[in-house]
């Protein structure tokens, strides 16, 4: 359940004597097979024996649960005094998890040193230090491919089997595939369940606006009360988040090492001693690397500009600049604005050629941009990380998230936050809102369930026609299977979270929606992971990372978004203080651009009343937020109390492996008799519920 494929792109025999002979002489077993594909690589199964999983799971600390349901540190010697995970059916009576097998594997292979540097053995640019691992070193020049194999189907599939909806799922996914995975879908089953709330009210609101007519966003007295609820319910909702997560892992018996400082396969720099470990290691400056991200920042800012400019064109194509827009000095193109002119091909109005066919094309190419642009900022991104030299592989994934996020979120968001603070038309931001929400959700749903599930289908249809027989049947699934991406995953979710908070007051019914459409994300998620990808590698991690940095930037973002669109771009502060704004008309062609037969201003002598009554709103806003930010705490009181008792027991277990010779040196230090301290200490460890194993 532990086992790793490990397929070198050579034929070499003393390089794979050399590979394999080092693999061995860490303790692990290696065999060679087959390769499914290609004759010129050479493909072995790695995998663990008992007694190294043993002394590894000793050695990091793993939390077992013995038999009094209690979780205390692994120890070999009390081996028969634990008890194996509920997760692991029978016949498994490991006290492993799959998840813990694959992890000790990965790990025991970053420890294996080359100590020697062979002839025959390819050197990378950075060149090789003994004190290299032996994976780490073949990734540098790649030549090796090197990931978790999967168990059979019964055993990967678990989690799909118990469903989304069961109490447990969260466990079994941790079970199968490690904190990191499960950690994303405990976060997407969190959100499900939060969402339920905004979901009823924001269901009523648009009710109540199918029910009045002559009521809309744009100038409802419900919905500021709505919006108020969504700022309030993001705040919520992020401390609610991590109060759950701190109770998942510390269940889950998962503690994050600090002193761990893994070593990314493309690092490169001068060589020196390094001050933790005392061996050779390789440096990059902190300065050297500033200089690159300024570099970086401005590559970044000029794609930005790219996509803004393409965003400009899409905007005139749709007819949301035109000539009585705000902006149509500098970003009116009327070589494109044309098109949507009375009468022509994407005639707002309907009366073009096709209205209902040809008014969707300038939104689908404006989706289809996006994604183009995306894929091409994600090379660039790409390339602009490595080129920062991260030397942890965590400095390096947070560095790209950050640059891909803001990048597509840009791109998704730059054209809302156009309508909603330049031309400030609410009527255009709920169009466009509600197209790009469409879109983008029949788009994952077909690309992540659908598409996936005929694929699936059509190769197992082709599998029973061909009869394939192979020894190495697992790793010929697995070869095919393209790597599980959780960047994207992660992605859809938090731009679908600013949806539904940074535009609150614009499409209530975003809330409801959501919770359809990622029920169904779940599904195909773990569909996704269990039966399209490769096994991805466990990383035993205690949060989501640079997401949840990024969730509450939109949530803090929200506060101000929102109480903007309600005091300037919709009339929702003029339908409670009618006297600060006035009414100007439209002509005929101006209201046919814009949706609306009139647009409103401030009143003369009531500019500062309306900048007074938002900034105290503003400020009464965020107050209450920090307020709640910090009367409810990150972690619960059951957390609190299990963590504690975790330090005892590990402080009781030290003292009893020093003994009494130790106990009474420290006792001497304090003037205190050794003999009656040691006797009041056995007495507590011994009268102690939770020491009772």
């Known amino acids: 359940m532990g086992d790793y494929v490990l397929i070198l792109k050579t034929k070499d025999q003393n390089l794979l004597d050399f590979v394999s002979g080092r693999i061995r002489d860490g303790g692990l077993h290696i065999s060679s097979c087959s390769h499914p594909k290609n004759k010129t690589c050479s493909a072995f199964i790695v995998s663990t024996p008992e007694e190294l999983i043993s002394k590894e799971a000793e050695g990091w600390g793993f939390l077992k649960r013995d038999l009094k349901g209690f979780k205390r540190e692994y120890r070999r010697a009390n081996h028969s005094l634990y008890q194996p995970p509920f997760t692991n059916k029978p016949p498994v009576k490991s006290l492993f998890t799959p998840s813990e097998l694959s992890y ?10 080359m100590k020697s540097l062979p002839d025959f053995f390819p050197r990378p640019k950075s060149g090789l230090l003994k004190s290299d691992p032996v994976i780490l070193a073949l990734e540098r020049v790649e030549m090796i491919h090197f990931w978790p194999l999967h168990s059979s189907e019964g055993e990967c599939a678990e989690s799909w089997r118990v469903g989304p909806l069961n109490k447990s799922f969260c466990d079994h996914v941790e079970h199968y595939f490690g904190s990191n995975v499960a950690l994303y879908f405990a976060w997407l089953t969190n959100y499900i369940t939060w969402l339920i709330l905004p979901a009823v009210a924001g269901s009523l609101v648009s009710l109540y606006h199918y029910i009045h007519p002559d009521i809309n966003v744009d100038n409802s007295l419900v919905t500021p009360i709505y919006t108020l609820f969504i700022v309030i319910w993001g705040v919520l909702f992020v401390k609610g988040w991590e109060r759950k997560c701190s109770s998942l892992v510390c269940d889950w018996g998962i503690e994050e090492v600090q002193w761990r400082r893994e070593v990314r396969p493309g690092f490169t720099g001068r060589k020196r001693i390094s001050p933790v470990t005392g061996m050779p290691e390789r440096h990059f400056s902190s300065q050297e690397r500033l200089f690159r991200y300024c570099v970086s920042a401005f590559v970044t800012l000029a794609l930005l500009i790219v996509a803004f400019f393409f965003m400009v064109l899409s905007l005139n194509l749709q007819g949301y600049i035109h000539k009585f827009s705000y902006s149509r000095n500098y970003l009116l193109f009327p070589s494109i604005s044309w098109l949507c002119d009375e009468g022509q091909l994407f005639d707002r109005s309907g009366k073009g050629p096709m209205p209902y066919l040809l008014l969707k094309v300038p939104i689908i190419l404006h989706l289809v941009t996006i994604q183009i642009l995306n894929k091409i900022f994600q090379v660039v991104a790409n ?19 950050i640059k891909r996020f803001f990048f597509e979120a840009f791109d998704c968001y730059i054209a809302l936050f156009y309508l909603a603070f330049v031309e400030a038309d609410i009527v255009l931001l709920r ?6 929400y469409t879109y983008d959700s029949l788009r994952r749903l077909s690309c992540e369930t659908f598409i996936p599930l005929l694929t699936r289908k059509a190769s197992r249809k082709i599998a029973k026609k061909e009869d394939k027989v192979s020894s190495n049947s697992r790793m010929d699934e697995d070869y095919d299977k393209g790597e599980y991406e959780q960047f994207d995953d992660y992605l859809e979710m938090v731009v679908q979270l600013g949806y539904v908070t940074l535009f609150a007051g614009a499409f209530p019914l975003a809330a409801p929606l959501s919770v359809i459409c990622n029920i169904l994300e779940l599904y195909s998620d773990i569909f996704k992971l269990s039966f399209i990808t490769r096994r991805p590698k466990v990383h035993r991690v205690t949060n989501i990372g640079v997401w949840s940095f990024l969730v509450k930037g939109i949530v803090l973002l929200s506060i101000f978004t929102n109480l903007y669109i309600f005091c300037f771009t919709s009339e929702q502060l003029m339908t409670y203080a009618p006297n600060f704004f006035d009414r100007v008309p439209l002509s005929p062609e101006e209201a046919l651009k814009a949706g609306s037969d009139h647009y409103h201003v401030i009143a003369a002598d009531a500019g500062m009343a309306v900048a007074t009554t938002m900034m105290s709103l503003e400020h009464m806003i965020l107050f209450l937020v920090v307020v709640m930010w910090l009367m409810v705490p990150e972690t619960t009181p059951s957390v609190k109390d299990e963590t504690a008792r975790r330090e005892y027991v590990k402080f009781m277990e030290s003292i009893g492996s020093t003994g009494e010779n130790n106990v009474a040196a420290m006792c001497t230090s304090v003037g205190t008799k050794p003999k009656n301290l040691w006797g009041k200490v056995k007495l507590f460890h011994e009268n102690s519920e939770i020491n009772e194993y």
Do not use: C, D, G
């Open 431 to 436: 169009k466009t809102l509600t197209s790009f």
């Open 383 to 401: 390339i602009l990380t490595n080129w920062e030299n991260h030397r942890s592989p965590i400095e390096h994934e947070n560095a790209l998230y």
């Open 104 to 113: 000790i594997t990965n790990e025991v292979m970053k420890r294996i040193k």
